[in-house]
């Protein structure tokens, strides 16, 4: 018995692919208009786009972007339908460089399984939103935020809450090392200040539950609708109420990004030397440390710069917790920080 002769139906064919081979060009969507990402939830990008009226447009990512994401704060550029109306549909199919980049991950140990989370995009200043009493201030959660605001290279500004419960002087000497500018408001208080501090400037608002932060946001922008939480009055907790990041126009001209509450701050992704940079009252006495110090062991150098007055124990405590925590211990501030 002769063997079936082959033919094309014996050719096996993968669903869906065509015959056309594969090229490595790309359209270059020359007609692309610019946009800025004000808003992503679920896959879907909310974009501001100014081409002549100014509209705003629901997209999604293009194929050619592949992995790479996208995030509030973004600078993009668009095809499709860009007319804002109802049921349409752009798509996104560039990312314009970043100024800067706002990232976290989870905790410490996370970033080892190549898990970080972009916060936001091209943002020039982080407002760290601290409540001094209901509840209490938090140094290390701050701390935490400030390495990553200087390792993004953007500018801090603490911005403490609830002056009416408790007095902000002890927080306020206690970074006053730092040169970290601040501001002072309370519930129902002018916002002046506030407002000339976010002025013409991109700005995220970061900061665990309960501390005001959305009370502030709807203050500075009346039409902003955010959601308010309260302190559990058993644990000292807030309950997260925004659920994603969001960008809103000031009146008075700039953008505040405001962000859900965090319930830690992980520095997986900062280098331990950016850890240190990030308290400059302490870097020049690392220049006496033994080679390879790691700042957490006997005869580093830190421990006579800080007896000698130069910086505060307080500062060198907080570093070390820092360094620590980039070790695999635990920061248990962090991780109660909600």
């Not at 270059?28 to 100014?50: I, S």
């Not at 309960?210 to 807030?238: F, I, Q, W």
Request: glycine residues 8%.
């Amino acid at each position: 018995m002769r063997k079936r002769e082959y033919d094309e139906d014996d050719v096996r064919v993968r669903p869906g692919k065509g015959s056309r081979p594969r090229t490595r060009i790309r359209p270059a969507h020359e007609d692309a208009v610019p946009g800025f990402v004000v808003a992503v939830d679920r896959g879907r990008f909310t974009c501001l786009v100014e081409a002549g009226e100014r509209t705003t447009v629901t997209a999604m990512k293009a194929r050619e972007l592949g992995r790479k994401g996208i995030v509030v704060g973004d600078r993009v550029r668009l095809v499709g339908d860009v007319s804002g109306r109802p049921d349409t549909l752009a798509r996104i199919v560039r990312v314009e460089s970043r100024r800067s980049m706002l990232r976290r991950s989870a905790d410490d140990t996370e970033f080892t399984d190549g898990i970080e989370r972009p916060v936001v995009a091209n943002a020039d200043q982080l407002v760290i939103v601290t409540a001094l009493a209901d509840p209490p201030p938090r140094p290390r959660m701050i701390d935490r935020i400030l390495v990553a605001a200087y390792d993004a290279e953007i500018d801090p500004l603490l911005c403490l809450t609830k002056s009416d419960l408790a007095p902000p002087d002890e927080l306020v000497a206690l970074y006053d090392p730092l040169g970290v500018p601040y501001i002072v408001v309370h519930k129902g208080g002018e916002l002046d200040e506030v407002r000339e501090r976010l002025a013409d400037r991109l700005s995220v608002l970061v900061g665990h539950s309960g501390v005001g932060k959305s009370t502030l946001v709807n203050a500075l922008v009346p039409d902003a609708e955010r959601a308010v939480s309260h302190v559990n009055p058993v644990t000292g907790r807030g309950r997260h109420t925004s659920t994603s990041a969001v960008a809103l126009e000031l009146p008075g001209g700039g953008w505040i990004i405001d962000t859900p509450g965090v319930r830690s701050f992980g520095l997986a992704h900062v280098s331990p030397d950016n850890v240190l940079h990030a308290f400059p009252d302490l870097v020049e006495g690392t220049v006496h440390c033994p080679k390879g110090c790691t700042h957490l062991a006997d005869g580093c150098a830190l421990d006579e710069w800080v007896r000698q007055g130069h910086a505060g124990p307080a500062r060198l405590a907080s570093l070390r917790r820092l360094l620590a925590s980039r070790e695999g211990e635990p920061d248990p501030e962090a991780s109660h920080a909600d």
